[in-house]
């Protein structure tokens, strides 16, 4: 089983939509959780950590439920801009474990 | 502020070839650094990370070597480069375990 699993996509959206990505993992003893973005062949980019009591930077709200082991990330007022591949990533306490998911891609539509 | 720094940012090399490539780190002292690689269409794997100076960790077994010279250097090196070596290598670091990763640029290596 993937440490992190994620819908690959490809959601398509128009402008100004609101769209919501779901993230899974299935250790329970994760402790950081943190949505990157990466456009098309460059570096990931960090978006936002996830704090438990959940976050929220701008247009992008970030969730965590431990109980249920995911996280999910809300894009309000979706931008041309915001169209990219968003991952999802776990870190264990112990060691040096950072877990990437493979990637949920966007595309905002005019 | 920190910046990390890769090069080079592309390159083509022949199967059999040797590889280096190097990461450097600046506004920062002792970062946890690590090298990844994302084949095309696939999820970033971790190679190697390093906590201190001389000390390398392996996740993968494969024809590919790290080595942490110097606090701020990472490299990453292979003696001969086989066809599945091609991909993104992407450096990174961090200010311990479980802080957030930041990325360097990146190598896109092409073996052929």
């Known amino acids: 089983r993937k440490e992190v699993e994620q819908d690959p996509g490809p959601f398509n959206v128009p402008e100004g939509a609101t769209v919501a990505f779901n993230c899974t993992y299935s250790?329970?003893?994760?402790?950081?959780f943190f949505w990157y973005r990466q456009d098309c062949r460059k570096e990931p980019k960090l978006l936002m950590s996830?704090?438990?009591s959940g976050n929220e930077d701008g247009r992008f709200t970030a969730q965590l439920n431990r109980a249920s082991q995911y996280i999910s990330l809300l894009i309000r007022d979706s931008k041309l801009s915001d169209s990219a591949t968003y991952l999802c990533?776990?870190?264990?306490?112990?060691?040096?474990?950072?877990?990437f998911g493979t990637g949920t891609s966007l595309t905002v539509i005019p | 502020s920190q910046t990390i720094h890769q090069w080079p940012a592309t390159l083509v090399q022949p199967v059999g070839s040797p590889l280096s490539l190097e990461c450097t780190v600046e506004?920062?002292?002792?970062?946890?650094l690590y090298w990844y690689r994302q084949a095309a269409g696939r999820g970033l794997q971790l190679l190697f990370y390093?906590?201190?100076?001389?000390?390398i960790s392996s996740e993968v077994p494969q024809n590919l070597s790290a080595s942490r010279p110097q606090d701020r250097q990472f490299i990453l090196s292979s003696k001969k480069l086989l066809l599945s070596d091609s991909g993104f290598y992407l450096c990174?670091?961090?200010?311990?375990?479980?802080?957030?990763?930041?990325f360097g640029p990146g190598t896109r290596l092409t073996v052929l």
């Open positions: 250790n329970s003893a994760s402790q950081s």
């Open positions: 996830v704090y438990s």
């Open positions: 506004g920062t002292s002792n970062p946890n």
């Open positions: 390093s906590v201190g100076i001389g000390q």
């Open positions: 990174a670091w961090s200010a311990s375990s479980y802080n957030e990763q930041f």
């Open positions: 990533v776990v870190s264990l306490r112990t060691g040096n474990q950072f877990y």
